[in-house]
């Protein structure tokens, strides 16, 4: 991990046991099993957070996640376009401002970014969290409906965990597009429904001509079959206070995320991209992997030249052409 993201994990991390250290363990554990059942049940036009305790659990159980989601996601975008240096940020559904805190440390040129939410209550607990810690840039909260507005042009656009809870998405999705200068950067969970929104949006900003650089190693139809979806995981540390709230033993969990990242310029694709884990049988190293032909299954002998790097490749690494 780069040191910059590193350090700002970290900060996260001390930002959250700092605002949330007078707080009972025991009720933020109750909200947060709250906020999972709300989130994984029947869908209503209710808020999943609805209240200052929710925002505070929301906090403590889910921003690692999203940072965690959001960096993977944009490093994936950064080694494609290492020339891209956005100076600012609108990062919509921003909530208490993980992605933010992501970019900042992935792209530490950003100087200006305005978060935009509908919750106050979790905007104010990004508030705190950014006073809790010293972050570059500077912050502007701003509540908003994302369906109905209309932003300047920024460099570089977030939506993470937020048009896929929306009714009106391509309105959203339009105005997203409209207001990207440069990049636009769309996190979904890795879940079939998550990934559904993301397909979606996917053949959305294709058919307005927008130019794909991530994930997908071409801009053709998508070739995952049905009953499959494309995602990918982030190991997240967790802290004691997030094992406290989630009654978890193991120190991490796996993130499964999707996501897709779109340039108003063209950009380098990667030639192929690992759609799972690696699997590693003796002497050799076999991948499934998403190229411009479709889903394929790769094998790397250990008489290939290419072996030594295919050991190295994890579940969403790009694959080099001379692989293929």
């Known amino acids: ?26 009720t933020l554990g109750d909200a947060s099993r709250g906020l999972t059942e709300r989130y994984r049940g029947p869908r209503t036009s209710a808020p999943l ?34 020339d891209f240096e956005p100076a600012s940020l609108l990062d919509l559904g921003a909530g208490s401002g993980a ?13 200006r970014l305005r978060l935009v939410d509908s919750d106050p209550e979790m905007m104010r607990i990004g508030r705190r969290l950014l006073d809790a810690a010293e972050r570059p840039g500077d912050w502007t909260w701003e509540r908003g409906d ?8 920024h460099d570089l656009v977030i939506a993470s965990y937020a048009l896929g809870e929306l ?23 890795g879940t079939p429904a998550g990934f559904a929104v993301i397909r979606e949006i996917r053949d ?26 494309c995602h990918f995981a982030a190991r997240v540390p967790r802290s004691t206070l997030h094992r406290q709230v989630k009654s978890a033993d193991l120190s991490y969990e796996d993130e499964k995320f999707s996501y897709l990242v779109f340039a108003r310029d063209p950009v380098f694709r990667a030639a192929s991209r690992v759609l799972r884990h690696p699997a590693r049988p003796p002497r050799r190293v076999d991948l499934v992997a998403c190229t411009p032909t ?11 030249s290419d072996y030594k790097a295919a050991k190295k490749l994890t579940w969403g690494s790009a694959i080099p052409e001379s692989m293929l």
Not at 70 to 79: I, S
Not at 99 to 111: E, F, Y
Not at 294 to 304: D, E, F, M, Q, T
């Open 167 to 189: 009714a009106d998405r391509a309105t959203a999705l339009r105005h997203a597009w409209a207001a990207t200068a440069g990049m636009l950067l769309i996190v979904e969970p």
């Open 1 to 26: 991990m780069q040191p910059r993201i590193a350090d700002a994990e970290t900060a996260l991390r001390a930002a959250i046991e700092q605002v949330l250290s007078g707080q009972s363990r025991r």
């Open 146 to 153: 994302l369906a109905h507005r209309q932003d300047p042009p």
């Open 49 to 82: 957070v609805r209240s200052t305790t929710d925002a505070a659990a929301y906090a403590a159980a889910r921003l690692p996640a999203t940072f965690a989601a959001v960096t993977a996601a944009a490093k994936a975008a950064a080694e494609l376009a290492p």
């Open 99 to 111: 992605a933010s805190w992501a970019a900042t440390a992935l792209w530490p040129g950003i100087s």
């Open 294 to 304: 479709g889903v394929r299954r790769l094998a790397v002998p250990k008489s290939h």
């Open 204 to 229: 959305d900003l294709i058919s307005a001509g927008a130019h794909l650089v991530a994930p997908c190693p071409h801009a053709a139809a998508c070739p995952m079959a049905d009953g499959d979806w």
